[in-house]
Every structure is written in C-alpha cells, then in structure tokens.
C-alpha cells in the first residue's frame, strides 16, 4: 500500500523556541510537530518545511509536509490531534492529504515574509517578542522609495550571513512594501527565495537609512558590491514573521482537506 502524503499549514509563536529545525535537547518547531504526530499514530516520519526559520522567528501561515503508513486517522484528527499534543504556541491550521507530486519545499514558487517595528520612544510590554523597538523617528516614505532598488533578479551578496549556506546569492525580489500602522511600521517582502538573514539585513539597513544614519542608495550599493559592510544593522529575530508560500496548486492533486 503507498503512503498517505499530509500536508499542514502552521501557525506559530516562535518566542520559545530554538527556531524550526530539530535540535538534540532544545524545543523547536519540528521537534514538537514530530512529537505530536507520534503520539498521535505512533509513527516517526520526518517533517519537511517551506522554509526554516530561526529562534524568536513567528509562523503566520508557513507549510509542511510528511509521510505516513497507511492508516485510519481522519484528516480532522490529524489537525485536532496534533493540536493536542503541541504547546499552545503551535497551532495547526488547516490539513490536507496531498499527491506525492508536492513537496513543500521544492514545490514552493515563492515565500512572503512580514517584519514588524515598534516605532515609538517607550519599549512595549505587548510586543517584546513579537517586534522590534526603535525608539529613533523613521522616514517611512525615504525607506519605502530606497527598497524599491531590491526590486528584481539581484545578486544579494551583501545581504547574507557568512554561515549561509544557499548555492547562490541570486534572489528574484518580488514584492517590497513597507506601512505604518500607527506605532506598528511593517514590511512586507517576497521573493522565490531567501538567504539567511536576508530580511534582518534589508530591514536592519532600511532602518538606518530611514533615520538618517545611511544615505538613499545604500541598498543601490550593496547590490553592486556584494559587500556585507557596506550595508546597516542585522536586526532581532522577534520582528520576523514567515506570512506565507505561493504554490502552482495545478502542480499536485489535494485528495483531501478539512477545508471542505
């Protein structure tokens, strides 16, 4: 008999965790994901995810996927059981049982990230973990006109870490917005792929163009010399949200979801 293929889509407070990826003797997403669903069906499948965020990183609406034997559950009792099993900083939103054509991972055309700051003097007791402080007076407007040079097919050498391990600095930048919402400013990016760190970097740099500490076209210059100096801060990880995952749904059959 062949594998039952369930895709999730997750929701998740990333502020106790040690980002997404399991690790030996540290909560993670996908350790407490695994852990649930074999408890639920006594089977250890691996978990395979769009994208791995890092620690303090929040999921708004991020996708995985894994194997099992065949078995009885209810796609409803793969979401309400889970559900069961995880802290209350996980939640599973939506299950669906998928062709073996869908990966979610490879199957992905692009990813959208959220970033969220806090632009007021006073620290908040609300948001510690879910944005980052900048009590500095930004220039929204400046910073909106400076991302638009990120905007297409870049080489975004100057906006990685030296542990990335992506095979090319080459992004295909889709979309960059940034709003303010009162003392909330956000930004909301997407591309066919990111690098590691490559939000943090953008919006670190954004920041410090936005408050007068880089010129208009510092991201302009980035670009061309691929220099990670040239660029701002990196800034923390509790602003980062992974928003969501753009699929070809003509690409794999959705055989069941608890959507119906």
């Known amino acids: ?84 099993f995880t802290p209350d900083s996980i939640s599973i939103l939506k ?37 980052v402080h900048v009590p500095f007076k930004l220039d929204v407007g400046l910073m909106a006109t400076a991302l638009k040079d990120l905007i297409g097919e870049h080489d975004f050498s100057a906006f990685r870490t030296t542990e990335c391990q992506s095979s090319t600095p080459m992004c295909n930048m889709q979309k960059i917005e940034v709003v303010q919402e009162g003392d909330l400013i956000k930004f909301h990016i997407q ?8 939000i943090r970097i953008t919006v670190g740099t954004a920041v410090d163009i936005g408050r007068g500490h880089l010129p208009a076209d510092t991201f302009k210059k ?15 990880p509790q602003g980062l949200y992974f928003k969501e995952v753009i699929y070809d749904t003509s690409s794999y059959e959705v055989i069941d979801s608890t959507e119906k």
């Open 1 to 84: 008999m062949t594998t039952r293929r369930i895709k999730l889509t997750v929701e998740y407070d990333g502020s106790a965790f040690y980002g997404w990826q399991r690790q030996p003797n540290l909560p993670t997403v996908q350790g407490a994901i695994e852990e649930a669903i074999f408890k639920l069906t006594q089977q250890k499948p691996n978990v395979y995810t769009a994208g791995r965020t890092d620690a303090g990183v929040h999921g708004l609406n991020q996708v995985c996927h894994f194997e099992l034997e065949p078995c009885k559950h209810r796609l409803l009792t793969f979401k309400d059981g889970i559900n069961r």
């Open 95 to 131: 299950a669906e049982e998928v062709s073996d054509h869908f990966h979610a991972r490879f199957s992905a055309q692009a990813r959208a990230y959220e970033f969220h700051i806090l632009n007021r003097r006073a620290p908040s007791a609300i948001y510690r973990h879910h944005a």
């Open 222 to 236: 980035m670009l061309q010399t691929g220099n990670r100096k040239d660029g701002g801060v990196t800034l923390a």
């Open 191 to 198: 591309a066919d792929h990111f690098l590691h760190n490559m």
